[in-house]
């Protein structure tokens, strides 16, 4: 059965916070990004909501230093972390960042689930495995986003999907990976699909596994 189909062109920028005190109110609904500075996280929520200019992009990784937050509508949203992980950002910079998120992943109730962004070509990185296991032992369901399949041809791009949910078998029903280019626009449809499902099904007694089709 297909999910209730969210409408993400109604995205819009709701607020910035430094820390979980500054966030909004903790109810209603929400599925957060994360992944490295250099993911093309910002560009695969920009395409997931078919706005240009939803979530910044820089050609300088790790400006995006707040937890931000966009409402779809009253009670639902998406959420972007940090960026995590860039060279240049100073180490002390880093581990506040690491503190903020977190926090938030831990005590967010109205968290649904996780959207983890990869780089196809440099998969299941030291700050991902570390995601995957907060993941698994916190049993958030977590959706994992392989970016930049343009840079692949087909076939190694389905060799490493394929590799990252064997690394990843342990987490069972939690996991979801897909292939995706905000380029080429390739697996949009299955993103808002799973995202829906997501929101949809809420922060409890969710079941997150759709078919994973041709992404």
């Known amino acids: 059965m297909n999910p209730v189909q969210i409408n993400f062109q109604k995205a819009h920028f709701l607020t910035s916070a430094p820390s979980l005190k500054q966030c909004p109110e903790d109810s209603g609904v929400e599925v957060a990004f994360a992944g490295r500075s250099n993911a093309g996280k910002s560009s695969a929520l920009n395409t997931l909501a078919q706005q240009n200019k939803l979530a910044r992009t820089s050609k300088t990784p790790g400006r995006t230093q707040l937890i931000n937050f966009f409402e779809i509508e009253p009670g639902i949203r998406i959420v972007d972390l940090p960026g995590y992980g860039f060279?240049?950002?100073p180490d002390r910079m880093k581990r506040e960042w690491q503190k903020n998120m977190s926090e938030y992943l831990e005590a967010r109730q109205s968290l649904a689930a996780l959207v983890l962004v990869m780089d196809i070509r440099?998969?299941?990185?030291?700050?991902?495995?570390?995601?995957?296991?907060?993941a698994n032992e916190a049993q958030m369901p977590i959706h994992i986003l392989l970016t930049k399949a343009?840079?692949?041809k087909k076939g190694p791009a389905q060799n490493t999907k394929l590799q990252v949910k064997k690394a990843l078998s342990h987490m069972d029903e939690l996991l979801t990976v897909q292939v995706f280019s905000?380029?080429?626009?390739e697996g949009?449809?299955?993103l808002r699909n799973?995202?829906?499902a997501f929101l949809n099904a809420g922060p409890q007694d969710m079941d997150p596994k759709l078919e994973d089709g041709e992404a």
């Open 87 to 89: 060279a240049k950002v």
């Open 122 to 134: 440099h998969p299941l990185t030291e700050f991902d495995l570390m995601m995957c296991d907060w």
């Open 150 to 152: 343009d840079k692949l």
């Open 182 to 185: 905000s380029l080429k626009k």
């Open 188 to 190: 949009t449809d299955v």
């Open 194 to 196: 799973q995202i829906s």
